[in-house]
């Protein structure tokens, strides 16, 4: 059993967002603060933040600490020669955290030990989540496929079928070791997303809360995490075998709570959130100052990322699902390599490329059935090649289909079956707000024969149940 956390003072701020039909999927677990510790205060100030240019300095190495060590505690990096070496692999996914955290510009100090970590690592400034919220863009991560092509039910909170094979089943079938744990309703072993893991946790108590997350669940997360690497059946492997470990931190997600040990960003939702970030940030922080520590850490990659990101009404809407803008699923990605020089990959990458990448880390075989390609090259210092990326929101019973394509600084939006098309110039307008598609017609014309191409190699796989699909034609299920 995990421990009761020490917890911090906050105060909880139930932010109504306008136009939401349904609070997105939460967990529950959180200790609930009591009723003298916090202080409940309805906000309608949605204030329109910018993201800042997608062009931005790059980030130094932050100066200090002892000869030999990293300014955040991490290992150093080692010899070139160290790259032919097969890894464990963790993963941190931190939910809802937008893209423009302080390494790519943003002005606030809201996640300091992130900051830090960038300056040691290979960052790419514009990674994406496959789909805009936990329950499509997780399991496409986790199969290295889209959610289209995946077998499902059709509801919002949805649940995956045994048919699919996620990238713990192919770890083990090569004698790897796969583990996670959380904090998060959705990842009840019911919905499926256990599926493949050697050891899979939840925080006591979890549950699927459907109207928003009410609790804080990163100290105890952390306590699970360093429980789970502290087994010998998860860490001491045989000669060859590897660990691949994912925990996914949750506070960012809303509801946002003000946390009074932490520096104050205001209360507009953003400021709030930003206290979210920086809280989680902390907690991130201590597992890493320990995983450094472990015997494990010489072999370990540390990859960083969010499930997708978050909006503050950049687009109408507040917080994330239902469609497919730049603050919903461009993400952070940082990946802390042994033996690689700390650098910023600009061109995009999807989260697509994950499973295929850490598959190579942990000396497994290329796999053909994945639908990425491996970052192992780039991130050993080859020279990263233009690729489009196509995001996938399937449609259930409260979201409509929507798909997106990313390539070479254009963006291309389709809602339902293909029957509206948006265009964006995204190096000129990387907030999305004029949409290009009647006024430059040549380029709409390339961006949709590449679309149609890519869109029409997704299999489709329809949803199961008898719930009808929002926007589907009669008897469609896809």
Same mark, same amino acid.
């Given at each position: 059993?995990v421990p009761p956390p020490?917890?911090s003072?906050?105060?909880r701020?139930?932010l109504?967002a306008?136009?939401?039909t349904?609070?997105l999927?939460?967990?529950?677990?959180?200790?609930?603060?009591?009723a003298?510790?916090r202080?409940?205060v309805?906000?309608?100030?949605?204030a329109?933040?910018?993201?800042p240019?997608?062009s931005?300095a790059?980030?130094?190495?932050?100066?200090?600490?002892?000869?030999?060590?990293?300014?955040?505690?991490a290992?150093?990096?080692g010899?070139?020669g160290r790259?032919?070496k097969?890894h464990?692999?963790?993963?941190?996914?931190i939910?809802s955290?937008?893209?423009d955290?302080?390494?790519?510009?943003?002005?606030?100090?809201?996640a300091?030990?992130? %900051?830090?970590?960038?300056?040691?690592?290979?960052?790419?400034?514009?990674a994406y989540s496959?789909?805009?919220?936990?329950?499509?863009?997780?399991p496409?991560l986790?199969?290295g496929?889209y959610p289209t092509?995946?077998?499902?039910?059709?509801y919002?909170?949805t649940?995956?079928?045994p048919?699919?094979?996620?990238f713990?089943?192919r770890?083990?079938a090569?004698?790897?070791?796969?583990?996670?744990?959380?904090?998060h309703?959705?990842?009840d072993?019911?919905l499926?997303?256990?599926?493949g893991?050697d050891?899979?946790r939840?925080?006591?108590g979890?549950e699927?809360d %459907?109207?928003g997350v009410?609790?804080?669940?990163?100290?105890?997360l952390?306590?699970?995490?360093?429980?789970?690497?502290?087994?010998?059946?998860?860490t001491?492997?045989?000669?060859?075998?590897?660990?691949?470990a994912?925990?996914?931190f949750?506070?960012p997600?809303?509801?946002?709570y003000?946390?009074?040990?932490?520096?104050?960003?205001?209360?507009?939702?953003?400021?709030l959130?930003d206290?979210e970030?920086h809280?989680?940030?902390?907690?991130?922080g201590?597992l890493l100052?320990w995983v450094?520590?472990?015997?494990?850490?010489?072999?370990?990659v540390?990859?960083?990322?969010a499930?997708h990101?978050e909006?503050?009404r950049?687009h109408?809407?507040?917080r994330?699902a239902?469609?497919?803008w730049d603050?919903?699923?461009r993400v952070?990605?940082?990946v802390?390599?042994?033996g690689?020089t700390?650098r910023r990959i600009?061109?995009?990458?999807?989260?697509?490329?994950?499973?295929p990448t850490?598959?190579?880390l942990?000396?497994a075989?290329a796999?053909?059935d994945?639908?990425g390609?491996s970052?192992?090259?780039?991130?050993r210092?080859?020279t990263p090649a233009e690729?489009p990326?196509?995001?996938?929101l399937?449609?259930?019973d409260?979201?409509?289909?929507r798909?997106?394509?990313v390539w070479?600084g254009?963006?291309?939006?389709?809602?339902?079956?293909?029957k509206?098309?948006m265009?964006?110039?995204?190096?000129h307008?990387?907030?999305?707000q004029?949409?290009?598609?009647?006024?430059?017609p040549?380029?709409?014309?390339?961006l949709?024969?590449?679309?149609d191409?890519?869109s029409?190699?997704i299999r489709?796989?329809p949803?199961t149940?008898l719930g009808?699909?929002?926007g589907?034609?009669p008897?469609q299920?896809?």
């Open positions: 059993m020490a917890r003072a906050i105060v701020w139930p109504l306008a136009g939401m349904l609070a999927v939460t967990a529950c677990g959180r200790a609930r603060p009591s003298d510790e202080v409940g309805a906000s309608t100030d949605f329109h933040v910018a993201a240019s997608a931005v790059p980030v130094a190495a932050p100066p200090g600490g002892a000869p030999g060590a990293s300014a955040s505690g290992p150093p990096a010899s070139p790259a032919a097969t464990h692999v963790l993963l941190l996914l939910d955290l937008r893209w955290m302080p390494w790519n510009g943003y002005p606030k100090p809201i300091p030990r992130l %900051t830090k970590l960038a300056g040691e690592s290979v960052v790419y400034t514009h496959v789909s805009s919220y936990t329950a499509q863009s997780v496409a986790l199969a496929k092509e995946l077998s499902r039910d059709g919002f909170f649940t995956w079928h048919e699919n094979v996620f713990g089943e770890l083990g090569r004698g790897h070791r796969a583990l996670s744990g959380h904090g309703g959705y990842f072993r019911k499926g997303l256990a599926q893991f050891d899979y939840l925080l006591p979890t699927l %459907t109207k009410h609790d804080v669940t990163s100290e105890r952390v306590t699970l995490a360093k429980e789970m690497l502290s087994d010998p059946a998860n001491q492997l045989p000669e060859g075998k590897r660990f691949f994912y925990f996914h949750l506070d997600h809303y509801m946002y003000q946390h009074r040990d932490g520096p104050d960003f205001g209360l507009s939702p953003r400021g959130y206290g970030v809280h989680t940030d902390r907690w991130v201590e100052d450094w520590k472990q015997p494990f850490a010489e072999d370990l540390v990859v960083i990322s499930d990101g909006g503050f950049e109408g809407r507040s994330h239902y469609e497919l603050e919903l699923i952070p990605l940082i802390h390599f042994p690689v700390p600009e061109v995009p990458r999807s989260h697509l490329d994950l499973a850490f598959a190579e942990m000396g075989p796999d053909p994945l639908r390609l970052l192992v090259s780039e991130l210092g080859g690729r990326v196509l995001a996938d399937t449609r259930n409260l979201m409509d289909r798909r997106a394509l070479e254009w963006k291309l939006l389709s809602f339902g079956d293909d509206t098309i265009l964006f110039d995204l190096e307008d990387p907030t999305e004029r949409d290009l598609a009647r006024s430059r040549e380029k709409l014309a390339e949709r024969a590449l679309y191409r890519l029409g190699e489709r796989v949803a149940g009808p699909l929002l589907a034609p008897g299920r896809w």
